[in-house]
């Protein structure tokens, strides 16, 4: 079993900031990349930031310059500054994570529960 929990979202105006956080336990044998996804009513869910275990890091291009993912792999966490936030930043957000649980398994995509930010105008 694997366990991803995020913290961190809450209600914040336009321009401010925010810092999300996400933990991920239980069998983990080797965790590949991890991220944040976003879903906002009426919309699909898409990806904002991942990080992959070397560090490299890519973005959705709407966030670029604003947002900043990083990752503790001693810790297995992953934490997302979010500046200069917009009202269409806000979504509930989910951290993903693309694990390993056991050698010779293959790795598969686990997800938090979601984190809800609401930036108002």
């Known amino acids: 079993q694997v366990h991803l929990v995020e913290s961190g979202g809450g209600l914040v105006q336009a321009g401010g900031s925010l810092r999300l956080s996400c933990e991920a336990s239980?069998?983990?044998?080797?965790?590949?990349?991890m991220g944040w996804y976003r879903q906002a009513p009426e919309k699909q869910r898409e990806l904002v930031a991942a990080?992959?275990?070397?560090?490299?890091?890519n973005y959705a291009d709407s966030v670029k310059g604003r947002f900043t993912i990083s990752r503790d792999n001693a810790k297995n966490t992953v934490n997302l500054q979010m500046n200069s936030l917009k009202p269409e930043d806000t979504a509930v957000y989910y951290c993903?994570?693309?694990?390993?649980?056991?050698?010779?398994?293959?790795?598969?995509?686990?997800w938090g529960k979601g984190t809800l930010v609401t930036v108002s105008s």
């Open positions: 993903n994570g693309n694990i390993i649980t056991e050698v010779y398994v293959r790795a598969m995509d686990y």
């Open positions: 239980g069998s983990i044998f080797r965790i590949n990349s």
């Open positions: 990080i992959r275990s070397g560090g490299s890091t």
